[in-house]
């Protein structure tokens, strides 16, 4: 039996490895015997199990992190907006539009793969795609309406990354209701249209073994109106949040929920029925933002949100930078996931997050690219704690519901990071990995013991060295639901690959 009750395949349908070292739960175990059953998911875990019929695997093994937040097709900008006229996210959001009109799908395409391999080689095995470039052009359309959907999926399927994919209701031009204009007219997509979107391709997507979830791109994008009608689609139903810190005020990520789940010791997957996928929304990103939204509709952003949408469990507030105190203190009890892209909200100048209170009120956050000015876990976390401090001026430890980060592996800085990108990435995205553990998929990076960032380490001092030991890169093995992806550092097509992205990026003209 498998550990949700159901029938495990036969013995001789699974694959198995033998890991020298495994994080297992917060500990390191040693000679740990993993068998992966057809599906790709942990059939069988035995530490100190039998080496007969296994693959041995070297080095230290740990979960692959979670990219909860990313725009691909940004991943060909990088580098290109960072001219003097930019200024500002307002100003590089114009360079981002011009940057749009030049891409074909076969270009959307090629850049999805080159991001994903890169992503897979530094550790990240699943990428929630917040998904907005949905038409060509001019904003008319494709024949097959998700033609940019099911590019991304083909793009995922050649790198081999677990994919979570989120087609963004994008409606309007601004919190006054304004028109799309310009580039914006590639984005337009109303609910109704996601909804048809996530009917007409949800076949293709579970085939792949890929998710599908929500995406309301902001409330400048999004009407008043549609948000509140957003649970008719996503499940739920409004409700007024305790800005005085009611419900589950304090609980931290390892007290139970309501629901029985932990959030320390691994993640849940989000309910795969009706209105069990995950949803997510650029929220409170710039001061400007928070401004507008008092001047038009009486609330802080983050506030207006939760009094407004069914927002709980399932959602992540990708940002949040401008949070207030009480709109931290609901997101901390709602439940919603912080989406946080430390690189890219300091390469546009969006600010800080609050990240010492709201871990303290017990919020989960979760971590992402955005828009691929960095590519690696370690450095978005490193940057996230460096951030903390800074705003703290303290080195003093992040503190989790009023007490430090855990123990065993996690009991460090760097494991405490960790932690949260792995349980609160994977709810996140209702994507059930991010712990070694019987029924979960079979998601593995797997760190070079003798690199020079890890050599000699032991306990949570391998995983704070993997975080905060410069930004070279140990990881040299990478598994994505049983099957290996990176070996050696490699990725088997990176070269046909890069290829193609070089191809795409001189087509369509993109040198600044």
């Known amino acids: 039996m498998t550990g949700n009750g159901e029938m495990s395949p036969p013995a001789a349908l699974r694959r198995a490895f033998r890991f020298e070292r495994l994080l297992v739960k917060d500990r390191w175990a040693s000679d740990v015997r993993v068998e992966v059953d057809v599906a790709g998911r942990i059939a069988a875990l035995e530490p100190g199990g039998a080496p007969n019929g296994c693959e041995a695997v070297p080095g230290w093994a740990v979960p692959g992190v979670p990219n909860v937040h990313g725009h ?26 011009a940057f749009l009109e030049r891409l074909t799908p076969d270009d959307v395409e090629a850049i ?4 994903y391999v890169e992503l897979l080689k530094v550790g990240f095995t699943c990428v929630g795609e917040f998904h907005y470039l949905h038409r060509p052009p001019g904003g008319g359309a494709y024949a097959d309406p998700a033609e940019m959907s099911r590019r991304i999926l083909a793009a995922s399927r050649t790198a081999g990354i677990g994919l979570v994919h989120m087609p963004a209701v994008y409606e309007t031009g601004g919190l006054g209701g304004e028109p799309l204009e310009g580039g914006q007219r590639r984005f337009r997509l109303d609910l109704e249209g996601a909804a048809r979107m996530h009917e007409e391709s949800a076949g293709d997507f579970s085939a792949a073994g890929a998710g599908l979830g929500w995406a309301l791109h902001s409330l400048r994008a999004v009407s008043a109106e549609s948000v509140g009608r957003v649970g008719e689609f996503v499940g739920g139903s409004p409700r007024a949040a305790d800005f005085g810190g009611g419900r ?15 959030s320390a010791g691994g993640a849940r997957a989000a309910p795969t029925g009706p209105g069990g996928m995950p949803v997510h929304i650029h929220v409170a990103e710039q001061e400007m933002e928070v401004t507008e939204c008092l001047d038009r509709r009486g609330a802080r952003p983050v506030e207006w949100l939760l009094d407004n949408a ?16 009480e709109e931290i203190a609901a997101m901390a009890a709602c439940g919603a996931v912080a989406g946080l892209c430390p690189t890219t909200e300091a390469n546009l100048g969006d600010g ?8 303290r009120a017990g919020g989960r956050f979760a971590i992402g690219t955005d828009s691929h000015v960095s590519r690696s876990p370690v450095e978005e976390l490193r940057l996230l704690e460096y951030g903390r401090r800074l705003a703290a001026k303290s080195r003093a430890g992040l503190e989790v519901g009023g007490r430090g980060g855990g123990g065993g592996a996690f009991a460090g800085a760097g494991g405490a990071l960790l932690a949260h990108a792995w349980a609160d990435g994977c709810r996140a995205l209702g994507w059930e990995a991010g712990e070694v553990k019987i029924g979960r998929r079979a998601d593995v990076a797997v760190l070079e013991a003798g690199h020079p960032a890890l050599v000699g380490r032991e306990g949570a001092a391998v995983l704070d060295s993997w975080v905060f030991s410069g930004s070279d890169n140990p990881v040299r ?21 890069a290829r193609a992205f070089g191809e795409a990026v001189r087509r369509a003209g993109m040198r600044g």
């Open 72 to 97: 691909s097709f940004q991943r060909a900008l990088a580098g290109l907006a960072e001219g003097r006229g930019p200024d500002s996210f307002w100003s590089w959001r114009e360079v981002m539009y």
């Open 112 to 115: 999805a793969a080159q991001l």
């Open 248 to 262: 589950e005020a304090g609980r931290s990520p390892g007290t139970e929920t309501g629901d029985g789940d932990a």
């Open 352 to 359: 800080l997050f609050p990240l010492e209170a709201f871990a």
């Open 477 to 497: 093995d990478v598994m994505v639901a049983g099957g290996w992806v990176v070996r050696g550092g490699r990725h088997e097509r990176e070269e046909a690959v």
């Open 310 to 325: 069914p927002v709980d469990e399932r959602w992540c507030l990708v940002h949040a930078t401008h949070a207030g105190p």
